[in-house]
């Protein structure tokens, strides 16, 4: 932002010269010269620009970001990191079609970046559209074969698609290459149980609360536990605390948009209902409302 303030001042102050001009000297013709700035200023400016958007983002100013983002591509439309970030803001402020578009003015720009189309295969997914999700998460495998975070969205598209098998095969390659890449451990855990592997999805469940101590896989723990160890004191304790920690996944809907399968949510409802576990439902519910 500091260097293109000047170059707006410049325009305004040549402006009021002209009026000025025009006012007090009605007889003559005067033609102010304008200082147009130059190619590496508007790259300088649109980069700056970028930066204090990604900054708007992270503290959710994300309407604010995209009309800033939209100034810098007038500035400097080349710059694909400018498209990336208002696809982000975008999709932020659930303007996924817009964000799509976005994405691929970006891969005009860069058609070998491997994120990209792991970007556009999220928006793709998030708007229910898992097929084409997976041909994009595809095309960036293509471009490298050992991305973690790929294989991961993979895996997800496949379950969407309801192909429970290859969607294993996807989070066991991207836990292969990063060993404490808890969400995908915790995925093989959700495929698991659908594949009435108990036993072993909750090794995997276990695996990944482990490593992290997100409510998601110590929940999906505690469900387990209970499908294979009738109100056990670990289980209620387990859940108990995974409630506390995010409440949302209380709901059904919520579970669903984490890609729970049926299995695992017919077992939590089961779970839910028991005399151990009533308060904290209830407070879960009531912090959700």
Same mark, same amino acid.
């Given at each position: ?55 708007? !983002? ?5 309407? #604010? &970001? ?6 810098? =591509? $007038? /500035? @400097? *439309? %080349? +710059? ?10 975008? !999709? ?5 079609? #817009? &964000? ?6 970006? =891969? $005009? /720009? @860069? *058609? %070998? +970046? ?29 471009? @490298? ?145």
């Amino acid at each position: 932002m500091k260097k293109i303030i000047p170059i707006i001042y410049q325009f305004t102050l040549c402006i009021s010269l002209l009026e000025f001009s025009i006012i007090n000297r009605p007889s003559k013709a005067f033609f102010p010269t304008i200082n147009e700035p130059n190619k590496e200023e508007l790259e300088s400016s649109s980069i700056q620009i970028g930066k204090t958007a990604l900054q708007l !983002i992270q503290f959710g100013q994300n309407r #604010e &970001a995209i009309n800033l983002l939209k100034l810098g =591509i $007038k /500035l @400097n *439309p %080349k +710059e694909k990191a400018l498209w990336i970030s208002l696809a982000e803001a975008q !999709i932020r402020s659930n303007k996924k079609h #817009e &964000a799509l578009s976005s994405i691929n003015e970006a =891969i $005009k /720009l @860069n *058609p %070998k +970046e491997q994120s990209i189309y792991f970007t556009k295969a999220s928006i793709y997914m998030d708007l229910n559209d898992p097929k084409k999700g997976k041909v994009s998460v595809e095309k960036g495998l293509s471009i @490298n074969q050992n991305n973690e975070k790929g294989y991961f969205i993979l895996g997800n598209c496949e379950i969407m698609l309801n192909n429970y098998k290859s969607a294993l095969i996807a989070f066991r390659k991207s836990s292969k290459i990063q060993s404490n890449f808890w969400q995908a451990i915790n995925n093989e855990g959700l495929i698991l149980y659908e594949l009435d592997n108990f036993k072993e999805a909750i090794n995997k469940f276990r695996l990944a609360s482990k490593i992290s101590n997100d409510a998601e896989p110590t929940l999906a723990l505690a469900i387990a536990l209970f499908s294979i160890n009738n109100k056990s004191i670990e289980s209620i304790k387990l859940a108990k605390n995974a409630l506390k920690s995010n409440p949302q996944y209380v709901l059904n809907e919520y579970q669903k948009k984490q890609l729970w399968g049926k299995k695992l949510q017919k077992s939590a409802q089961v779970f839910f209902r028991i005399n151990e576990m009533e308060k904290a439902v209830r407070e879960a519910k009531e912090k959700t409302q």
